[in-house]
């Protein structure tokens, strides 16, 4: 099941973010989006994750356009896509009822209400899944937590967790360790790791390039809304074909470096 | 001094038992109608942008201020013989009050649970709809997030619609029946009659009543609050 955009054009209010870009999410494989801030890689997964339309272009799920499906059809691919916010985005509400929110709306109304209305007459126990989402993200202590009252990185986790216990076949991340200390970054990428070998399509939007050449199968470099190169990490990272892309990974093209990107500078030409 | 059983009029205290009850009814059917009606309207407001949405914020702000005796006389005008609902034969019954009340306390609801849904920060909606939530969802998800927010809406409304006095006077005509049982009067149009009658003691007993009921409303409401913090939503 592949999970893919075709040239898509994306924009807001007149000004174009992203511009003919093309990406694939192959089953068992990780992606890592790169690039400067601001350059569209957040507006790329909220198309993945169909939160809007491309302006043009499509996104399609094993070659069949999302957005010419009917609202059911949309819902079920939808359902086999989860995402990771870079702002964590949990709900005011214990640990496991943010984890096992995926999982409850997935289930018809009245297995619901009926669950719902067992919950209110009696305490009820988290599901085997969510307890495992728990574990594989080193949270399972804080399951009855109030979700508002973690710290920044253990509510980056949970709603690691909460996007793993649907069991997706893809999923889509946005900047998942930026608020991780380097041990449960290594928690994180090891649980994106075994994702990805139990088949499910990782998208990671990164700006942690060591990240990227760890756990990436494919890189994609976008800069300006413009999907300038993909490949192998060893390819980018050491035979990289365009100059935007060797720039990037030396650490010299950063935020608001559009124009001189294009145009070589000479070291005094920068005040 | 007369004691108050004396000064109470026919049927005695099951008179202001009738009242009271009279009284509930009405407030709390109006406004739980309106709070079926509010709460879908003020999550489409406040979920979508559309041209002359602050105008329609500014009349339903607006709407707060509705004199009761005009929304009253607009309803009976509706609901009388010769009014377009008249066929419906609704004037002088406790539904007529019940539309009366509704219109008067969705104003109150509308507004406070609008500024509460809007309170709810965009990534709780972008979080529900990420994992697969329907449309539905994505709006329970944000109900249960401005929990709060619309605890207050309905006990704001509540307290617009049981101690409004106007409009119900004129569409109910404050009917008891000659047993003392009412039909259309409640608290407040009880008291007008008794303050009128000169049984100033039996008003001043159903303003308690009032009162306590007003304190017990919002007292739970409080409690459901606190219950609530920090305890499960979505």
Known sequence: MTLSVTDVNAGFGGSTVLRNVSLAVDP??????????????????????????????TVAWDGDDIWAMADDER?????????VFQEPSLFNAPVHRNVSYGLRVREPWQARLRRSFGELVGSSRPADTVVSALET?????????????????????????????????????????????????ALLENAIERARDRGVGVVVATHDMHQAKRISDRMAFLHDGE?????????????????????????????GDRERSRVPQSPTADP | MIPLQAQLPDGGWTYVVSIV????????????????FSLPVALGIGFTDFRGKRLVTAVVNTGMGFPSVVVGLVVLILLSNSGPLGSLDLAFTPRAMILSQFILATPVLLSVSLSAVEGVDQSV??????????????????????????????????GR??????????????????????????????????????????????????????????????????????????
Not at chain 2, 130 to 155: Q, Y
């Open chain 1, 137 to 185: 993200v080193g949270l399972v202590e804080s399951v009855d937590q109030n979700a508002l009252s973690l710290s920044g990185g253990e509510a980056q986790r949970v709603a690691f967790a909460r996007a793993l216990a649907v069991d997706p076949a893809v999923m889509l991340l946005d900047e998942p360790t930026s608020n991780l200390d380097p041990h449960n970054t």
């Open chain 2, 21 to 36: 009850a009279v009284s509930l009814y009405v407030s709390l059917t109006a406004v739980g109608l309106s709070t079926l």
């Open chain 1, 227 to 255: 999907l300038v190169e993909t490949g192998p990490p060893e390819q980018l990272f050491e035979d990289p074909t365009d100059a935007r892309t060797a720039r990037f990974l030396d650490g010299e093209l950063l935020v």
């Open chain 2, 161 to 234: 619609a049981i101690s409004e006095v106007g409009s119900i006077l004129i569409v109910g005509g404050n009917i008891v029946y000659s047993d003392g049982q009412s039909y259309t009067r409640t608290l407040t149009t009880a008291i007008t009659v008794e303050a009128r009658q000169g049984r100033y003691e039996v008003g001043l007993v159903l303003g308690v009543i009032l009162l306590a009921l007003v304190l017990a409303v919002n007292g739970l409401g409080s409690w459901l609050r606190n219950q609530g913090r920090g305890e499960r939503s979505v």
């Open chain 2, 125 to 158: 909606r972008d979080a529900a709809y990420a994992m697969g939530g329907t449309r539905v969802d994505v709006g329970l998800a944000v109900i249960k997030e401005a929990r709060f927010g619309i605890v207050t809406a309905i006990l704001a409304g509540f």
């Open chain 1, 28 to 57: 068992g494989k990780v992606v890592t989006v790169v690039g400067p801030s601001g350059t569209g890689k957040t507006t790329l997964l909220r198309l993945l994750a169909t939160f809007r339309r491309p302006d043009d272009g």
């Open chain 1, 75 to 83: 819902l079920g691919i939808r359902r086999q896509v989860s995402m």
